[in-house]
């Protein structure tokens, strides 16, 4: 026992050898304790508390909340199904078969990424709807899109781009050898394909499906809208705030929501991801060749191909919406919902929002970084539990964060030592933050990995500190690693909705819950311009990125010289 | 080198404090956090500056009612006016009263401005309305205000049906003008009107039937009309939306913004009324109770009440008739001469509140007549 504490004391007397590098380690440990743990304990000690008792009552009693649960599942089933096969198609596409337009699938596969959450909703409505410019117009039927087909159609759209970027990875990365060896030894391509190729992209298929459905589980903005009166939890939740203002509904939805999104979240990434058969060797060898069966490949093709002009078609019609008149019923030209927004009214929020998400991305980058760093470098009692930490930002749904943030930060705490938090910038700030830490995390992570320590070994041993290490050494290798959660920081802050939706003030304006206003009463165009808006936003913004943090490592440029 | 560590480390610190700053209306400087403390750098944000007392400043906060495009108006022509930088936020009556009581302790909005009487009733009731008789309310009517429940008239308008002409015809069913026209079977999934527990509304709906028809049966009449509702919206006017676009034949909604649709869209919108009557509401103003700003809110309250404010809502087509006899009143407005209004007593209204909207709560909404999807 002793021997045990006397390990874990050299462990800790080491880690604050770093000088510097331990600063910022405390800082990101405290925050994620502060930010993360401190919320979703609170959430649970309300949500388990006495005055809870009669919301279970009330919930367990009515049918109305059986009823709600069982909405969720079937949308996040539907859509965890739907996006995986879409997600699917669409990498199978660009790795095995040998058509034109790939570049122009790949782009389409990206956009939902860069989108403002209501943007697919409002465009399906105007065009699907019951007065839907294609349902209505064009052929001629009522058919009411809202509810549950419709937002399985606006869900697997936004969503289906993570089963895509997974499944694609996961094809690239299939040793074809294996593939070879089949076929040579008489196996038909359908057998290859499903006896093969399928086993070995079930991690993929798997972590897919699980993403997607929790994804949709926690999704707010597409259920409020396109929802009607399909209410899944997320959406319960919401109401039982903003119209009810019961922090101790609020709180037991929550808890409701949050136990099967956090288990198949886990599930997902520590299941999952560690059984990957993706390669034996690690680099396959030689390369597979695309299918040859003509029928095959441009069935699919064609199945790709109309669904990319789906996608093109609902992003297209969200700019029509913005330089017409009255979206959906007149199409006159006016630029009067781009004055609103660059101009008028909406213009604070377009600042505020960016102003505020540019203040939260390099705070999310760094710390991430920095925690990474920490859990791949450094061993040490409660390592995983970092890790584990980094992660739920992003696990738990962003009502849930949004909630806990009311319930931690409503009061001062210590003593008015933390002062009453909710009602300012800084815990917008905060949420963007907590948000953005688990994307940089992980992919702070990967690439951490991949870099041999033995560079910065022999840093050290040439007498660098830890911290000169790591920012002349670490920090250049990893440079692909840190501007990917720049760009993801920024763009998932500027695109969210669902955590800052119960912490939006009169006098901080945020362009996601203006969109939500004015969509909800039937503002579209004043909508589809913040949409517009908002994606130039994060264009200019990622390319802004691009250019000054650089792409490339430092290692390949030192080469060069 | 030790500097860039230093630099990194220091952004860190410098966006923290950055944010808390940018959280701070007042400019007062964050105190430079400790490093050493980390655990602290929230309180880098300084605690609120005392109110300035001698002359009205800003910031005011309004909790306004009425749709954004007034909202905006009017807070746009006041800070004009007077100086004080104001804001708002748009709610409907029941989010309003839920979220005034959440925050009752410290609340964030100064007066709620185009609330209807009967929710202001039911907010004070529950004592967070501040009794306050602004400056020009002797001009307005008896009984377009309440000195004793705090509340003073800004507009009144009637509760009617807003139809889609074409959708109508497609259907073969004519204009209603009855309460019993939405029952039949014809429309079914045709109607939109909101939900009573978040709009006001919605619950001068409930609340009307209940006035003509007594409660069980109002509940009655109710659970029948939800199999024709296409949605409940959380706000009362947008279902005035769907009527114009042609999502739905026939809108629940206060008839000045079927008025305001119709203009706005194009649509071919008509405004009918139920015979047995209607309800109506006044729109009224109210201080909140422990406002962080009262001395601005006091200002806005006196001059919303003045005919060159009460204008302004014709400047952004809503047509809700003004309390102040002196407001020139717009063309289009509906003359409410011309309905058949119920006796609607707001301050009733405002005390049946909690208890009927918990009925409807459970029997229409959550009950067996809960939609399927």
């Given at each position: 026992m002793s021997e045990f504490i006397a390990l874990r004391l050299r462990e800790f007397r080491r880690l604050t050898q770093d000088g510097w590098l331990s600063l910022g380690f405390l800082i990101s440990i405290l925050f994620l304790a502060f930010f993360i743990i401190f919320p979703l304990g609170k959430i649970l000690s309300v949500s388990l508390s006495s005055e809870a008792v009669p919301v279970y009552q009330r919930l367990i009693a009515g049918r109305a909340t059986w009823q709600v649960i069982l909405n969720t599942l079937k949308m996040g089933l539907g859509t965890a199904f739907a996006g995986t096969l879409v997600g699917f198609l669409f990498a199978f596409v660009q790795v095995k078969l040998d058509v034109p337009f790939k570049k122009f699938f790949h782009l389409i596969s990206l956009l939902p990424i860069i989108s403002p959450p209501f943007a697919v909703s409002m465009s399906v409505i105007v065009l699907f709807g019951r007065s839907g410019l294609i349902t209505k117009d064009l052929l001629g039927l009522r058919y009411d899109i809202y509810g549950l087909d419709g937002l399985i159609l606006v869900l697997t759209i936004s969503f289906f781009p993570v089963a895509y970027l997974t499944l694609l990875g996961m094809m690239r990365a299939l040793d074809p050898s294996l593939e070879e060896a089949a076929t040579s030894l008489g196996a038909g391509k359908w057998?290859?394909?499903?006896?093969?190729?399928?086993?070995?992209?079930?991690?993929?298929?798997?972590?897919?499906?699980?993403?997607?459905?929790?994804?949709?589980?926690?999704?707010?903005?597409?259920?409020?809208?396109?929802?009607?009166n399909y209410t899944v939890l997320a959406s319960r939740i919401y109401m039982s705030i903003i119209g009810e203002y019961d922090l101790n509904a609020g709180a037991v939805l929550s808890l409701i929501l949050l136990v099967p999104t956090l288990l198949i979240y886990f599930i997902q990434h520590y299941w999952v991801s560690r059984h990957s058969y993706v390669s034996i060797t690690g680099k396959p060898a030689g390369y597979s060749r695309?299918?040859?069966?003509?029928?095959?490949?441009?069935?699919?093709?064609?199945?790709?191909?109309?669904?990319?002009?789906l996608i093109l078609l609902i992003y297209g019609f969200i700019f029509v919406g913005a330089i017409v008149k009255v979206w959906g019923i007149n199409y006159e030209l006016t630029l009067e919902h781009f004055r609103f927004v660059?101009?008028?009214?909406?213009?604070?929020?377009?600042?505020?929002?960016?102003?505020?998400?540019?203040?939260?991305?390099?705070?999310?980058?760094?710390?991430?970084?920095?925690?990474?760093?920490?859990?791949?470098?450094?061993?040490?009692?409660?390592?995983?539990?970092?890790?584990?930490?980094?992660?739920?930002?992003?696990?738990?749904?962003?009502?849930?964060v949004g909630i806990g943030f009311i319930l931690a930060f409503n009061k001062p705490i210590l003593g008015g030592l933390v002062p009453k938090l909710t009602g300012t910038a800084l815990i917008i700030i905060l949420a963007y933050v907590v948000r953005s830490i688990p994307a940089s995390v992980r992919s702070g992570v990967a690439a951490i990995y991949q870099v041999d320590p033995a560079m910065e070994e022999a840093s050290s041993s040439l007498g660098a500190s830890s911290a000169t290490t790591f920012q002349r050494i670490t920090m250049p290798l990893v440079r692909p690693a840190f501007l990917t959660g720049l760009i993801y920081s920024f763009t998932r802050?500027?695109?969210?909705?669902?955590?800052?939706?119960?912490?939006?003030?009169?006098?901080?304006?945020?362009?996601?819950?203006?969109?939500?206003?004015?969509?909800?009463?039937?503002?579209?165009?004043?909508?589809?311009?913040?949409?517009?808006?908002?994606?130039?936003?994060?264009?200019?913004?990622?390319?802004?990125?691009?250019?000054?943090?650089?792409?490339?490592?430092?290692?390949?440029?030192?080469?060069?010289? | 080198m030790r500097h860039s560590v230093i630099i990194i480390?220091?952004?860190?610190?410098?966006?923290l404090m950055l944010g808390a700053c940018a959280s701070q209306t007042a400019s007062e400087p964050a105190q430079p956090a400790d490093a050493a403390a980390e655990a602290q750098e929230p309180a880098a944000a300084v605690e609120e500056p005392a109110a300035v007392e001698?002359?009205?400043?800003?910031?005011?906060?309004?909790?306004?009612?009425?749709?954004?495009?007034?909202?905006?108006?009017?807070?746009?022509?006041?800070?004009?006016?007077?100086?004080?930088?104001?804001?708002?936020?748009?709610?409907?009556?029941?989010?309003?009263?839920?979220?005034m009581e959440a925050e009752a302790d410290a609340p964030t909005f100064d007066v709620w401005w185009g609330g209807p009487s009967d929710g202001q009733v039911e907010a004070f009731t529950k004592g967070l309305i501040e009794p306050y008789v602004p400056a020009n309310a002797a001009s307005i009517p008896e009984n377009l205000k309440d000195e004793a429940s705090g509340w003073t008239g800004i507009y009144v308008g009637a509760l009617g049906f807003c139809s889609n002409q074409d959708v109508l015809d497609e259907l073969g069913v004519e204009a209603p003008t009855s309460w019993d026209d939405l029952l039949d079977p014809k429309l079914q999934g045709n109607i939109a009107i909101a939900d009573s527990r978040t709009s006001g509304t919605a619950y001068t709906s409930l609340y009307t039937l209940v006035l003509l028809r007594g409660e069980d049966s109002a509940f009655d009449y109710l659970k029948q009309l939800d199999s024709n509702i296409f949605q409940?919206?959380?706000?009362?006017?947008?279902?005035?939306?769907?009527?114009?676009?042609?999502?739905?034949?026939?809108?629940?909604?206060?008839?000045?913004?079927?008025?305001?649709?119709?203009?706005e869209t194009g649509a071919n919108l008509v405004v009918s009324f139920p015979a047995e009557g209607t309800g109506y509401e006044i729109g009224g103003e109210a201080l909140i109770k422990n406002a962080p700003n009262p001395a601005a809110a006091k200002v806005w309250m006196d001059w919303a009440l003045t005919?060159?404010?009460?204008?302004?809502?014709?400047?952004?087509?809503?047509?809700?008739?003004?309390?102040?006899?002196?407001?020139?009143v717009p063309a289009e407005a509906i003359s409410l001469s011309q309905v058949n209004l119920v006796d609607y007593d707001s301050v009733a209204a405002g005390e049946a509140k909690s208890a009927l909207i918990e009925r409807y709560a459970e029997e229409v909404r959550e009950g067996a007549a809960a939609p399927e999807s």
């Open positions: 057998r290859v394909f499903r006896t093969v190729i399928l086993p070995m992209l079930v991690p993929g298929i798997a972590s897919s499906f699980l993403l997607l459905f929790v994804e949709a589980l926690a999704d707010l903005a597409n259920p409020l809208l396109i929802g009607g695309p299918l040859q069966s003509k029928w095959v490949k441009w069935t699919l093709f064609t199945v790709c191909l109309l669904i990319a002009a660059l101009l008028g009214y909406g213009s604070k929020a377009m600042t505020d929002t960016t102003l505020l998400s540019a203040i939260a991305t390099p705070i999310a980058s760094l710390m991430g970084i920095l925690i990474a760093y920490l859990v791949v470098r450094r061993k040490f009692i409660g390592r995983n539990l970092v890790d584990f930490t980094s992660v739920l930002g992003l696990a738990v749904p962003g009502t849930v802050s500027i695109t969210s909705l669902s955590a800052i939706i119960f912490l939006v003030t009169p006098q901080w304006r945020i362009m996601t819950t203006q969109i939500l206003n004015e969509a909800e009463t039937g503002r579209f165009g004043n909508a589809a311009a913040y949409c517009v808006v908002l994606i130039a936003i994060v264009l200019t913004s990622i390319g802004l990125m691009y250019a000054v943090v650089g792409s490339t490592t430092g290692a390949e440029r030192m080469i060069d010289i | 480390v220091g952004i860190l610190v410098l966006s001698e002359q009205v400043s800003g910031p005011l906060t309004v909790l306004c009612g009425p749709q954004e495009d007034w909202c905006q108006a009017m807070t746009a022509a006041f800070q004009d006016q007077t100086g004080i930088e104001t804001s708002y936020v748009r709610l409907s009556s029941g989010e309003a009263v839920a979220r409940y919206t959380k706000s009362g006017s947008a279902p005035g939306t769907m009527a114009a676009s042609g999502e739905v034949a026939v809108a629940i909604i206060f008839s000045h913004d079927c008025v305001k649709f119709r203009e005919p060159e404010a009460q204008a302004i809502a014709a400047t952004v087509k809503s047509y809700q008739v003004p309390t102040n006899p002196e407001t020139i």
